[in-house]
Every structure is written in C-alpha cells, then in structure tokens.
C-alpha cells in the first residue's frame, strides 16, 4: 500500500514537471 502511495506521488510529481 505505501509503495502504491509512493508511485501516485511520483506520477503526478512527473504530470506537473509535463505540464
């Protein structure tokens, strides 16, 4: 579960750095 939490976090650290 915290590995889940982990890889939301990075997602959408990476979405914003797209944007």
Known sequence: MFLFG?????LLTFIQKMK
């Open 6 to 10: 982990m890889f939301i976090l990075a």
